[in-house]
């Protein structure tokens, strides 16, 4: 293997892990991102290693978190699921209550505002995570961060309403 690889992947799988954390809200889901995201990388590392891997990781977790929201819509898991998470550790301290919030948001607006909000993207970073337009870029964070102070605000008004 080479040492480039294994120096990249020790350096970058903490922000990969936040980032994917921002998007999924489960620890588990996250790690699960970031694992396929570097065996991709791994897969092209000649051709990516020299160039800009940390984007592309980036960018492939993003896009892989859209596919699997398509999925996921689209399967039924049979049986029950267990009721507790295993021992998976975010190091991401962020709150749960933007957490539930970000579940609230479509894949692409939370993808939006977790790559704005996490990686510090501008409307063209973000438009080539998602793979679309600098506009639908635009649009969808705008619409995300919108859409999230709104569920922010529902929640505050809820819990000092009850």
């Not at 550790?89 to 939370?110: N, S, Y």
Request: glycine share 10%; net charge neutral.
């Amino acid at each position: 293997m080479d040492p480039r690889y294994e120096e990249f992947v020790a350096v970058e799988t903490p922000r990969l892990l936040r980032v994917a954390y921002g998007l999924t809200g489960n620890p588990h889901d996250a790690w699960d991102l970031v694992q396929e995201a570097l065996v991709r990388v791994g897969m092209k590392w000649r051709t990516v290693g020299d160039g800009n891997p940390g984007g592309y990781a980036h960018t492939t977790l993003v896009r892989l978190n859209i596919d699997r929201g398509r999925r996921l819509s689209r399967e039924r898991l049979p049986g029950v699921l267990p009721d507790h998470d295993g021992p998976v550790r975010v190091d991401a301290v962020l709150d749960p209550a933007l957490i539930e919030a970000l579940r609230g948001l479509p894949k692409q607006q939370r993808a939006a505002v977790v790559l704005r909000a996490l990686e510090d993207l501008d409307h063209a970073g973000i438009a080539e995570r998602l793979g679309c337009s600098v506009g639908t870029a635009r649009s969808h964070l705008s619409r995300g961060l919108a859409r999230l102070r709104e569920i922010l605000a529902e929640r505050e008004v809820s819990d000092h309403g009850a």
